[in-house]
């Protein structure tokens, strides 16, 4: 999923840097085992960074970002 969600990002102009100590923190939007979208968080002590929301553009306009970040938000709570 690792080189998946690098490609998205850098196809969206995002940073890739850090994906990769942080990739156990994602959500990911699959269609048929595609990527089509994703969230990121990074974890830091009790505090969170939201990172990497990104989703293909042929997915846009559907609310998949949202139900992404809203994902990743949920997740923060947890943790």
């Known amino acids: 999923d690792l080189e998946s969600v690098l490609s998205l990002l850098e196809s969206n102009h995002l940073p890739k840097a850090g994906v ?29 960074l939201l990172r990497s929301v990104a989703v293909h553009s042929d997915y846009r306009l559907q609310g998949l970002g949202t139900k992404l970040t809203e994902s990743i938000l949920d997740l923060a709570e947890y943790k």
């Open 20 to 48: 990769a100590d942080h990739i156990e923190h994602f959500s990911l939007a699959l269609e048929n085992d595609v990527l089509v979208g994703c969230a990121g968080l990074e974890i830091y002590g009790d505090a969170g």
